[in-house]
């Protein structure tokens, strides 16, 4: 399994950004997936996760309003469109995957030890 994050850089304050993550070596409409973040000296913490096929997404209270998180699943991607980005967004932003026990099964997972697989990061810096 590949997860493979990209669209990461330096914005100020107040601006955009669209993460993207390409998944290989699985069956990605099997997954549910997610975006994770961890700033230098922290946790990893949860951002946003979405079910197998985009119906149901679930964020993070520090994010929610202001983070949208898709997938095309034609094209084994997931997505991250963090608007309103504030100094407290700069982090390390993580794609990962958890395999899909049921058709309706829960996306409220926020703890990390229960992904089972994680791509290399991307940075996301944001300036005052």
């Known amino acids: 399994v590949q997860l493979q994050a990209s669209g990461g850089g330096l914005v100020q304050a107040g601006g955009s950004l669209r993460l993207s993550c390409a998944a290989s070596g699985l069956l990605f409409a099997s997954n549910i997936m997610a975006w994770f973040r961890q700033a230098p000296g922290k946790e990893r913490e949860f951002v946003a996760s979405i079910s197998w096929n985009g119906d149901r997404a679930y964020y993070a209270d520090s994010v929610k309003g202001r983070f949208t998180i898709s997938r095309d699943n034609a094209k084994n991607m997931v997505y991250l469109q963090m608007n309103s980005l504030k100094p407290e967004d700069t982090a390390v932003y993580y794609c990962?995957?958890?395999?899909?026990?049921?058709?309706?099964?829960?996306?409220?997972?926020?703890?990390?030890?229960?992904?089972?697989?994680w791509g290399q990061g991307t940075q996301v810096t944001v300036s005052s």
């Open positions: 990962t995957k958890r395999p899909r026990r049921a058709v309706y099964d829960t996306i409220e997972v926020v703890d990390p030890a229960l992904y089972d697989a």
